[in-house]
């Protein structure tokens, strides 16, 4: 079975720092761009972050996250993190992940995925 499972939700203070996981199996991830994605009550999803395929280096930032967010890969744990830091209230959210042959332009922006992880909610708060 192909999937993508999403870890290391929860509560964390404003101002903390949080590393969300997506981890793979029953396929590689290797010849997939990886992106994580997050939808806020009352809000559509969006991008938020984008890696390209292994061998490649390109990443994509929204701009909200770009200097406290840092995306990457680890192929050998065929896996994908999205360290946050410096976090807001606006960034709770139920965060995705995704895998995509797309370019991490066209997969951020477009939302165009092969495949989805379930979600998992963090959440920001004092």
């Known amino acids: 079975q192909l999937q993508l499972v999403e870890s290391g939700g929860g509560l964390v203070q404003p101002g903390g720092s949080l590393r969300l996981s997506c981890a793979a199996s029953g396929f590689t991830l290797d010849g997939y761009a990886i992106g994580w994605f997050r939808q806020a009550p009352g809000k559509e999803r969006e991008g938020i972050s984008c890696?390209?395929?292994?061998?490649?280096?390109?990443?994509y930032y929204t701009d909200s996250v770009k200097g406290r967010f840092t995306i990457s890969r680890d192929n050998t744990k065929n896996t994908v993190y999205l360290q946050r830091s410096s976090l807001k209230r606006e960034d709770t959210a139920v965060y995705s992940c995704?895998?995509?042959?797309?370019?991490?332009?066209?997969?951020?922006?477009?939302?165009?995925?092969?495949?989805w992880g379930q979600g998992i909610q963090v959440t920001v708060s004092s």
């Open positions: 995704a895998a995509s042959r797309q370019r991490v332009e066209i997969m951020c922006l477009l939302q165009k995925s092969d495949y």
């Open positions: 890696i390209s395929r292994a061998g490649d280096l390109s990443t």
